[in-house]
């Protein structure tokens, strides 16, 4: 934590030292909250009205209610970034639920709004030229679980699954659903390339559907890319020929390798380095840098 920094604690900035909510918060407590990661470029971020729009969603359905609007959540963030000197920003905009008391109430009241906006921190370019390897998780989700269809704060599962595959020295997990088909990595949606088919699980498999994830399927229509959502199960990954993953962070980042699975030539291919080319041209088309 740097000295000066701030963050927006319910309609304030104060230094992140001296940051309060109530212990007795339900999203300490329970678990009841909401959260949404975005980049900002140059000082502007990228897609925020996509990401309050899922946010709100999710509010909706949880009975988290965020009192601010998007455009005070925007200003919000604009003053957050100024004033914690940052262009390239990783931000954070986390909801919780409120008073333990009224953790499963449908007349809750307004939530928690809490933004962090701290230095934007890549990953390796190193992994972008020669692709990251990825690893095939233990753990399990269930379609029939509504919590995997939202961004929770309960995170845990994930944590686990991501501890693993860095223990195996991996970049990021693969997690499968209980009827064995592809849902999502412990941080990132994934794509596999076939047959010059771009090939993505839908969102019933069990998976967040990802800001990034839409640019992409987006992006192919107008690239001219063929794009399908269909199951996918672990002999498509092992047989694809080219792999990569989506979050807001990693942008588009190549798979080399699933475990000791070489993934097509072990390098980035044609249509991932098309896809990822047309996304930083979306970045700059939409924030100017």
Do not use: W
């Amino acid at each position: 934590m740097n000295e000066g920094e701030r963050v927006y604690v319910s309609g304030n900035l104060v230094p992140a030292a001296e940051a309060r909510i109530s212990a007795l918060d339900a999203g300490v407590l329970l678990g009841a909250g909401l959260f949404e990661t975005l980049r900002t470029y140059g000082g502007r971020p990228f897609r925020l009205g996509a990401h309050l729009a899922r946010l709100r969603a999710s509010g909706e359905f949880f009975r988290i209610f965020i009192r601010e609007s998007d455009s005070q959540v925007a200003e919000a963030v604009a003053r957050l970034v100024e004033a914690n000197g940052l262009a390239d920003a990783r931000v954070r905009l986390t909801a919780t639920r409120g008073p333990l008391a009224d953790a499963v109430d449908d007349e809750a009241p307004p939530a928690t709004l809490i933004i962090t906006a701290g230095p934007m921190t890549p990953y390796p370019a190193e992994l972008y030229e020669k692709g990251a390897t990825v690893v095939v998780s233990d753990i399990r989700v269930s379609p029939d679980d509504p919590t995997v269809y939202h961004k929770t704060t309960g995170y845990l599962r994930n944590l686990l699954a991501l501890r693993d595959a860095h223990r195996a020295r991996a970049t990021e997990a693969l997690i499968f659903n209980t009827k064995g088909r592809l849902a999502e990595g412990s941080l990132s949606n994934v794509f596999i390339v076939s047959g010059g088919r771009l090939l993505t699980p839908p969102v019933e498999e069990g998976l967040l559907a990802g800001i990034t994830r839409a640019a992409v399927l987006e992006l192919a229509a107008e690239v001219g890319v063929p794009a399908e959502q269909r199951p996918l199960a672990v002999r498509d990954c092992l047989d694809a020929d080219e792999m990569f993953l989506t979050n807001s962070i990693m942008e588009l980042l190549p798979v080399g390798r699933v475990e000791r699975k070489e993934i097509g030539t072990g390098r980035p291919g044609p249509v991932t380095k098309q896809l990822a080319s047309a996304y930083r041209a979306l970045v700059i088309r939409e924030t100017g840098q």
